[in-house]
């Protein structure tokens, strides 16, 4: 059985336009103070830091962060995170562009597993790309990985864009079809059946409501707008 996925974009990063006019140009930011804020109070809101099995996050310093504060009682049982570059940004920006493995390892040792992480992992090309075929390339074979995980709950910390590729919320073109995540947001998927390449994901009904989604009739006809800032 597949497991259930709770995607979360990552809290207010240096990089924002709200703190930080040129702050595209920062490469790999790390949290302001604020995003910490919002990831200590994510924390406390979360009600399911007992059924986590896994935690995954995009190599990117913020998401890092974001997931080890957000998800603290979970590395208080000893859990780990496990950085996935299929994760990061589907941007690339300085912003959105990762720091060296070395360096990586030293912010964040003993709590972060960088087992799928190579060097050079930062380039954007081939499977990391940032054109939309790419894009929806690495955004399947992403849910394909956790969709064949045996955890019965994964958590993952991504990033306000490629989010839009895990879901769905795209076009042909790779521009997004519902607004922007908010910062720390966080929206649980359940997997549909069938299998199959794409390793659909469907928002959960409790997920909806907790989000504030108006719907009519089954169709989702509204969710609540929020800036871009930096994704």
């Not at 957000?70 to 720091?99: H, N, V, W």
Request: negative net charge; charged residues 25%; proline residues 4%.
């Amino acid at each position: 059985m597949a497991p259930i996925l709770h995607i979360m974009r990552h809290g207010q990063g240096e990089h924002s336009s709200a703190v930080n006019i040129d702050g595209a140009n920062i490469r790999d930011a790390p949290l302001t103070q604020h995003g910490k804020d919002q990831c200590a109070e994510r924390c406390k809101n979360f009600q399911s830091h007992d059924k986590i099995d896994l935690l995954l996050a995009s190599h990117l310093r913020r998401a890092l962060q974001t997931c080890a504060l957000s998800f603290a009682p979970c590395l208080d049982r000893s859990q780990k995170i496990y950085a996935l570059p299929m994760a990061e940004e589907a941007s690339d920006s300085p912003c959105d562009t990762g720091s060296p493995l070395e360096v990586l390892q030293n912010e964040f040792p003993n709590i972060v597993i960088f087992d799928h992480v190579k060097q050079g992992w930062y380039m954007h090309e081939g499977d990391y790309a940032v054109d939309p075929v790419s894009l929806n390339a690495r955004a399947a074979k992403l849910r394909r990985f956790i969709r064949d995980r045996e955890e019965r709950e994964v958590v993952l910390v991504t990033h306000g864009f490629f989010a839009h590729y895990l879901t769905g919320d795209v076009n042909e073109r790779g521009e997004q079809t519902t607004p922007w995540w908010r910062e720390t947001e966080l929206r649980t998927f359940e997997f549909l059946g069938g299998g199959g390449e794409e390793a659909g994901i469907r928002e959960t009904e409790e997920s909806l409501l907790r989000n504030g989604v108006v719907r009519d009739d089954g169709v989702i006809i509204n969710r609540p707008e929020v800036g871009r800032e930096s994704a």
